[in-house]
């Protein structure tokens, strides 16, 4: 299983990862949805450049503020305001959202701080979460610290969004 690069992957290592969540996809006769702040919907663009991504792939929703959080994924507006967007708890909302809202067997949500502005000192530029739940599972996420500029966090988490989701079908 390809693991994320230390750098910036490039389109190709990003497209070459996405074929093999395709495969994957289609060997457990499962529909992927995707939810995406930091990344604006990257996940799903490089997803649904493989041919026949129909066959696997179900929806995208990108939500950047809260409002679209709570509106499109059912975040709690509480979690919001006690952890904010970009946190575990969020995270995991939003995956579980996506999962109960869109009806796919298996989804993947990201949120994070892509930069150059926004970084606090508890959650710095490069901060982002990532989750994953498959149908009659458990949601789970992992924090991730990227380094770069913005294109570059951004890339790294697509990369890693996509291995999670490879890992996902495998456990």
Request: net charge negative; with cysteine.
């Given at each position: 299983m390809p693991t994320v690069?230390?750098?910036?992957?490039?389109?190709?290592?990003?497209?070459?990862?996405?074929?093999?969540?395709?495969?994957?996809?289609?060997?457990?006769?499962?529909?992927?949805?995707?939810?995406?702040?930091?990344?604006?919907?990257?996940?799903?663009?490089?997803?649904?450049?493989?041919?026949?991504?129909?066959?696997?792939?179900?929806?995208?929703?990108?939500?950047?503020?809260?409002?679209?959080?709570?509106?499109?994924?059912?975040?709690?507006?509480?979690?919001?305001?006690?952890?904010?967007?970009?946190?575990?708890?969020?995270?995991?909302?939003?995956?579980?959202?996506?999962?109960?809202?869109?009806?796919?067997?298996?989804?993947?949500?990201?949120?994070?701080?892509?930069?150059?502005?926004?970084?606090?000192?508890?959650?710095?530029?490069?901060?982002?979460?990532?989750?994953?739940?498959?149908?009659?599972?458990?949601?789970?996420?992992?924090?991730?610290?990227?380094?770069?500029?913005?294109?570059?966090?951004?890339?790294?988490?697509?990369?890693?969004?996509?291995?999670?989701?490879?890992?996902?079908?495998?456990?």
């Amino acid at each position: 299983m390809p693991t994320v690069p230390q750098s910036a992957p490039t389109d190709a290592e990003l497209s070459a990862l996405a074929a093999h969540v395709a495969t994957d996809l289609q060997q457990h006769k499962l529909m992927l949805v995707t939810a995406e702040s930091c990344t604006g919907g990257w996940i799903a663009k490089t997803l649904t450049d493989q041919p026949g991504s129909s066959a696997w792939f179900d929806a995208g929703v990108v939500v950047y503020s809260y409002e679209a959080k709570e509106a499109l994924l059912g975040v709690n507006p509480r979690t919001l305001e006690h952890t904010g967007a970009v946190s575990e708890e969020t995270v995991l909302e939003m995956v579980s959202g996506a999962m109960a809202r869109y009806g796919a067997g298996v989804a993947v949500a990201v949120t994070g701080i892509a930069g150059p502005s926004g970084g606090t000192s508890d959650k710095p530029v490069g901060t982002v979460w990532i989750g994953w739940k498959r149908r009659g599972g458990y949601a789970h996420a992992q924090l991730f610290h990227f380094d770069g500029d913005r294109e570059a966090i951004r890339r790294q988490s697509v990369a890693a969004a996509l291995n999670g989701v490879r890992k996902a079908l495998t456990e």
